[in-house]
């Protein structure tokens, strides 16, 4: 078991300028993370081979890992656009591979929809679309050793049951899941559930925490947005929301699992506070717990 963080945590200082990616890596070893996730928001290394060289210089140097990389996609595109995302995707995997990194995750749908696309209509409408693109991923990443995966994200492919049907129609080894603890909420799957279901297909694991209030209770100004059902959800450093952090955990570990632990932290406190707070209650508690 290994508690690192996603870089989108600390989006907000890369968009700032106040960090670069390198400044991200060295304040997450210096923070007591063991990994990094890359998600190229803030900076890009697809079109930038000399940064995604002085990233890995600087994970090694630092002594952490880098554990995945995550970006959107999108397969449901007519034939030369679907074709076009495609070979955009391969050359994420190509930089994958010069990063030294195992995992990539990849979405499959837009992640901005409107209410009629989140259906299941709208999922069994395109998933030959889904299946096929994420294959193709697939199959080109396994050349490198690369596992590639779908997170329940997206308000789509976000439940436990819509992500086990593509696993299953995609059909690949080396096709599996990046588990978010919190994302089922944003489709008021209960977490617990969606944990439970989908841990044994996991490759990477994400943690988050939200605040969670009901359709018919407005809450106000701040970062609340809306789920599916309209209730609304708001990003809190994890242990400090209403997710059953706890038992999660001990579903995670005894369930087997053993890899990466990667908090990813969107609340409205510094980020920083909230990134570190979340590594060391994610530490402190998959050691607690039994």
């Known amino acids: 078991m290994k508690v690192g963080l996603s870089t989108y945590s600390l989006v907000r200082e890369l968009r700032e300028e106040s960090m670069n990616v390198l400044d991200v890596i060295q304040w997450v070893a210096d923070n007591g993370g063991e990994h990094v996730e890359l998600v190229p928001y803030g900076y890009s290394v697809v079109d930038n081979i000399e940064l995604a060289d002085q990233i890995k210089e600087k994970a090694a140097e630092v002594g952490i890992e880098l554990s995945a990389y995550s970006l959107p996609a999108n397969f449901v595109q007519a034939e030369e656009a679907f074709n076009e995302e495609v070979e955009r995707l391969k050359k994420h995997v190509d930089i994958v591979n010069r990063l030294g990194i195992k995992i990539m995750r990849h979405d499959v749908t837009a992640f901005t929809l409107p209410p009629e696309h989140m259906t299941i209509h709208y999922f069994d409408e395109h998933l030959e679309k889904l299946v096929l693109g994420s294959q193709l991923i697939a199959d080109y990443a396994s050349q490198y050793g690369i596992t590639t995966t779908i997170e329940n994200h997206g308000f789509n492919v976000q439940s436990s049951d819509r992500v ?11 096709f599996k899941t990046t588990l978010d603890v919190g994302n089922f909420l944003c489709i008021d799957e209960d977490p617990l559930v969606g944990v439970k279901k989908n841990i044994k297909y996991a ?32 990003g809190a450093i994890v242990g400090h929301g209403d997710l059953n952090i706890r038992e999660i955990i001990r579903i995670v570990k005894n369930s087997g699992y053993d890899g990466y632990l990667t908090v990813e932290f969107e609340g409205m406190e510094d980020c920083k506070v909230g990134s570190k707070i979340g590594m060391d209650n994610v530490r402190r508690l998959w050691h607690e717990i039994k």
């Open 164 to 174: 086990q049907r593509l696993l299953r129609e995609v059909n690949r080894d080396n």
């Open 203 to 234: 490759s990477t694991v994400h943690f988050k925490d939200f605040y969670i209030r009901p359709y018919y209770e407005n809450p106000g100004d701040g970062v609340w947005f809306r789920t599916v059902n309209e209730n609304y959800l708001r």
